[in-house]
């Protein structure tokens, strides 16, 4: 998340800019981004500085051309669906981002009061599973109701034999004061039933969840897997029940750890979006919303389960797991083979991403980033991403149809089959990544590095990391996500939820111990990435290809910036403490890192 203190020198940056002015021979639809801004500004003083810019590096400028023209035209954007809402509990807020219009409600631990209120006919939570988000939702919501002297139980329910029961009873929920037991069990008896089972398991068992839910009862996802699951069998949810979703933005430690520190500042915590799928009864849109503030998310935005389903699968591939370590592989490597050391190489890689370019664009943006290079930094970001921007792009354009059609949902459910003996084959669980070279080196590193030590600002790398996460924000923005959805999928989870404890614990580690779904598409796209820059991204740079002054001139003056900034100013000033030593791994893996 982005810190409020810093949003004044975020907007102090901004204002200090000078605005873009008029291009040369920009092409229509150019010009009518830059007029849509209007506050935003670039680094740059005019066009004619960029020109000069590139022009000192040695490289041409591309700009003016049809190819330019074509290359950085506005696309046509998708219409918003609109995303309004009713509550008769919370405070609805309306915001702009970027001329968009979008509600959002506020959380913070004075909201815990009117908590039995939203929850209204709600004697039991349920909360099925013992994974990444089921310990810290659970105990998030145990402790959010405790605090206001609320009755509902908040309940466990975990299959027999479960290796998991033990940590369930390490975090206080008992079989002696009903707070644990039997996955089908607790299903039955909750009115509200958070099924936080992985994906896979989800779609290899949602008919006998379905089965033992009451009439009028609450299903609560915080992912829409389930529904693109149910979507390609041409199937949908049961007309008896009300299907919710609340969705952090960032792993279960993240919204357990931002809680536990918000205890002592009001509304710490991780984002979350929420969907109401299907409503029976008139209540799931508040249930929805008093999940969340008892989630202790600073602010909830509304989506749809398929819009959310769709941003999420694909950001995992994406900025915030897969194409990260696609880009580290692949700089690694060149930085190394040109006469770089591979601790060096290793900081200038990993360490840069995750440290300090993440705090930068965390608290000040991504145009701060930029604006922190020396001039000759900005012609090595200027390369970078000119050269990086439109090959992530194809990447992750046919990445993000693949999540749309249901190819990748169906090759998560497949590969969590394959994890189990089947037909007389063996089980084929997916191994571990981290003991390449690189790697080896992260580990050493690492036992070196000094405390509160972010790494170096490696303008190469920055140029990169940016231009794959402009990518990623215009494919998502083209297929009508709003920009809450963007800028939360996009950047703040990147930033503030999975990057901090891959720069405690190196991104292989991430990779190794993440969700199944996350873990799959990492080991998936990650070569894609890799590839595709290395074999066209760093051949264009080494053959000296102009500098697409249009694409440059795009980032600097790009709305979302100043979307960005709003968020920001609704984030309280907590930055996450990961220690080194922060265990962040699944219960059925935990064994295995021991």
Known sequence: MVAAAASTSFSASLSARTSLSKAVNPSPKVANVSLNVGFLSTSCRSLEALKATAAGNGSALCSGS??????????????????????????????????????????????????????????????????????????????????????????????????????ARAAG???????????????????????????????????????????????????????????????????????????????????????????????????????????VDGRATDVALGWSVALGSPFTFATTLEQEYKSDIFGERGILLGAVHGIVESLFRRYNENGMSEDDAYKNTVECITGIISKTISTQGMLAVYEALSEEGKKEFQKAYSASFYPCMDILYECYEDVATGSEIRSVVLAGRRFYEKEGL???????????????????????????????????????????????????RKKGHSYSEIINESVIESVDSLNPFMHARGVSFMVDNCSTTARLGSRKWAPRFDYILTQQALVAVDNNAPINLDLISNFLSDPVHGAIEVCAQLRPTVDISVPPDADFVRPELRQGNN
């Open 173 to 279: 929920f008992t079989e002696e004061n009903g707070t644990l037991g039997d996955i089908w069990e607790t299903v039955s008896g909750s009115d509200l039933v958070l099924l936080l089972i992985s994906d896979a398991a989800q779609a290899d068992n949602y008919e006998k969840v379905f089965s033992h839910m009451k009439p009028n009862s609450i299903l609560g996802l915080s992912h829409g897997f389930l529904l693109g699951h149910l979507q390609s069998m041409g199937l949908d949810f049961p007309k008896n029940i009300s299907v919710t979703a609340v969705c952090p933005k960032g792993m279960g430690p993240s919204v357990r750890r931002l809680y536990v520190q918000g205890k002592e500042i009001n509304g710490a915590g991780i984002n979350s979006s929420f969907a109401v799928h299907q409503d």
């Open 426 to 476: 063996p089980a084929f669980p997916m191994g571990k990544i981290d003991q390449t070279r690189m790697w080896k080196v992260g580990q050493r590193v690492r036992a070196a590095r000094p405390a509160n030590d972010l790494g170096p600002l490696y303008p190469f790398t920055a140029g990169v990391y940016v231009a794959l996460m402009m990518a990623q924000i215009e494919i998502l």
């Open 66 to 167: 049809a190819l330019g023209a074509r290359m950085v035209s506005a696309p046509a954007i998708k219409p918003l669906t609109s995303l309004d809402f009713e509550t008769s509990v919370f405070k609805k807020e309306k915001i702009n981002l970027a001329g968009h219009e979008e509600y959002i409600v506020r959380g913070g631990r004075d909201l815990f009061p009117l908590l039995p209120d939203a929850f209204k006919g709600i004697k039991q939570i349920g909360v099925i599973g013992w994974g990444s988000q089921g310990p810290a939702q659970a105990q998030n919501l145990k402790d959010s109701l405790a605090e206001v002297k609320s009755d509902i139980v908040v309940k466990i329910g975990l299959r027999k034999g479960s290796q998991s029961f033990a940590e």
